[in-house]
């Protein structure tokens, strides 16, 4: 036990230290917990640590673009910015439960209006999440940019933006294979590979966009994911280019 001073000891407890538990069970409780919450858990250590806030390899988690079957319901999420504004559309397989993020919006330095055409090039007809104080100065001014973005015609809602709890929803689906993303998701990608923790255990807020749209998505897109309807079927949803994703 560490002595911290003649009279004060540091003690850690974690199910490593609990009798009762079987190999088998700290097992499973292991596997069932985000790695950056691991030693904390197992082990009583009081810290997130530093590293990779999603370390599962990419090739876990892209697949090869493929056209998204009409029937399959789908939404995007919104993550809105002067210096930068993005966006990915989502998609769900009725058949197996497998969330795909299909494109993505990625562009800074534009006025609202120029952002909401591009959205809604892809489908007006989708409905949206965003989180209306993501880049705010305060929660009213991020309120008026969400009104501002429904007035130029998106129908957006307001996701669910449980930090914690999103983040580790979003580990559980990328690790056990409910979350795809299509491998041309460039700007995607690029992000992922820098969404970290400081050494304090804090979240990295550079470079975060579309990580954070990929958890509003995580945490609030089936709620307004829909399928198109007859008329809506003649609008282009993918993007013209496969490969760039618009």
């Not at 858990?41 to 999603?54: C, F, H, N, Q, V």
């Not at 789908?74 to 009725?94: F, M």
């Not at 562009?107 to 999440?129: L, N, Q, Y």
């Not at 807020?205 to 994911?225: E, F, I, N, W």
Request: with cysteine.
């Amino acid at each position: 036990m560490p002595e911290i001073t003649n009279s004060k000891y540091l003690v850690t407890a974690g199910w490593e230290d609990a009798p009762h538990l079987s190999p088998e069970a700290k097992q499973d409780l292991l596997e069932s917990i985000p790695p950056y919450l691991r030693d904390a858990r197992s082990k009583g250590i009081p810290s997130l640590g530093s590293g990779a806030i999603y370390p599962i390899p990419e090739s876990d988690i892209a697949v090869a673009y493929f056209p998204i079957p009409v029937w399959w319901p789908r939404c995007y999420g919104l993550d809105v910015g002067w210096n930068r504004t993005a966006a990915l559309w989502s998609a769900w397989d009725p058949s197996t439960g497998i969330q795909y993020l299909y494109a993505e919006h990625y562009r800074g330095i534009a006025e609202p209006a120029v952002h909401a055409e591009a959205i809604k090039a892809r489908g007006d007809w989708m409905s949206g999440v965003c989180d209306p104080a993501a880049h705010g100065s305060s929660q009213r001014d991020g309120e008026k940019l969400f009104d501002l973005y429904r007035q130029l015609g998106l129908n957006l809602s307001m996701a669910d933006n449980a930090v914690d709890a999103g983040l580790y929803d979003t580990w559980a689906a990328l690790s056990t294979g409910r979350l795809k993303v299509m491998s041309h998701l460039l700007n995607f990608f690029n992000e992922y590979r820098l969404y970290r923790r400081d050494e304090n255990g804090r979240i990295v807020k550079k470079h975060d966009h579309l990580m954070d749209v990929m958890r509003y998505l995580v945490r609030s897109g089936r709620t307004v994911a829909k399928q198109p309807g007859f008329d809506d079927i003649a609008v282009p949803m993918d993007g013209a280019d496969p490969v760039a994703g618009y």
